[in-house]
């Protein structure tokens, strides 16, 4: 399978970010292209993931369409093979979006069922979450007493997200609006994760983005419960105490925290193993919950 490291297209480029290539197709619509670049740890790496682009495209505009009535999302009408020059048209199919521009906000809105990752390290060294102060004698992987709204900054391409602690983030958006993304937020993921766990996955944790439109409303934006921004675990073969398989892009990072690599770019070039398994943990996501 062809894969897709950067597009070039005759529209305007507006920005070329970690997965996606953004273009100005009118005054108010924006082509979201989706490449195969995968990302860890804020680099991106130098190898792309076959078919990456468009499993994230076909999920997102799944989660979008079952999330509607929660939120407003940024899908505009039109298709994008129509907006391209002709010779484009197969570059931009299956991989792209049509977006309505909005102002996007400058935070990660993250919520965490479940302690792993970076959650879970903070809580083995400090008993917390974003300084969140959680009960003794968690395990990794426990699932946590509710789910939590630990925000982060949203850092430009081949710099750190950083987790916004207490009050931070109503100074970022404002009381009201922060208190709005927040309440979004839980709802998005308690609905997810009801309905992932009814297809057999759990969903760890997920990052959201949101923008507000010309009229203050808010609009959820990006990509949507994907693995590029989720950790989904098998529920098959779940416990507690361990490091949980999944189909998500934690086969990436244990690789290259395997090889000692200091986290900063550039990155390594990944083996044709670990790019052809971690393809397919993608599209067995895709077709396990979309099924």
């Known amino acids: 399978m062809d894969a897709l490291f950067e597009s070039r297209l005759h529209l305007p480029l507006v920005h070329r970010g970690k997965v996606r290539d953004l273009y100005e197709v009118d005054g108010g619509r924006l082509l979201m292209v989706a490449t195969d670049r ?5 680099v991106v790496l130098p190898n792309p993931i076959p078919g990456k682009g468009r499993i994230l495209t076909e999920l997102s505009r799944f989660w979008f369409a079952k999330m509607a009535p929660i939120v407003r999302n ?3 009408d039109g298709a994008p093979e129509d907006v391209v020059a002709p010779e484009e048209r197969e570059v931009v199919r299956g991989r792209s979006l049509l977006v309505w521009r909005v102002r996007p906000l400058p935070v990660e809105a993250i919520v965490r069922g479940y ?3 970076s959650a879970w390290k903070e809580y083995r060294q400090a008993g917390t979450v974003s300084g969140i102060p959680l009960p003794a004698g968690l395990v990794e992987a426990a699932p946590l007493p509710e789910p939590l709204f630990t925000p982060s900054t949203k850092a430009a391409v081949g710099e750190h997200d950083e987790p916004l602690r207490a009050g931070e983030i109503e100074r970022l958006l404002g009381a009201e609006r922060a208190a709005e993304v927040r309440r979004v937020s839980l709802r998005l993921y308690e609905e997810a994760a009801t309905y992932a766990l009814s297809r057999g996955i759990i969903i760890a944790d997920t990052k959201f983005e949101f923008g507000v439109d010309g009229d203050g409303a808010l609009v ?8 590029d921004s989720s950790r989904f675990w098998p529920k098959a073969g779940y416990r507690p105490g361990t490091s949980p398989e999944s189909y998500d892009k934690q086969y990436v990072r244990d690789y290259l925290e395997s090889i000692g690599w200091d986290k900063k770019a550039p990155g390594p070039v990944l083996p044709d193993e670990v790019v052809r398994r971690t393809s397919a943990k993608y599209a067995e996501a895709l ?5």
């Open 287 to 291: 077709a396990v919950l979309t099924r």
């Open 115 to 117: 302690l792993a990752g």
């Open 74 to 76: 940024h899908l505009a």
């Open 38 to 42: 995968l990302s860890a740890f804020d």
């Open 220 to 227: 959820l934006i990006d990509e949507v419960l994907t693995p």
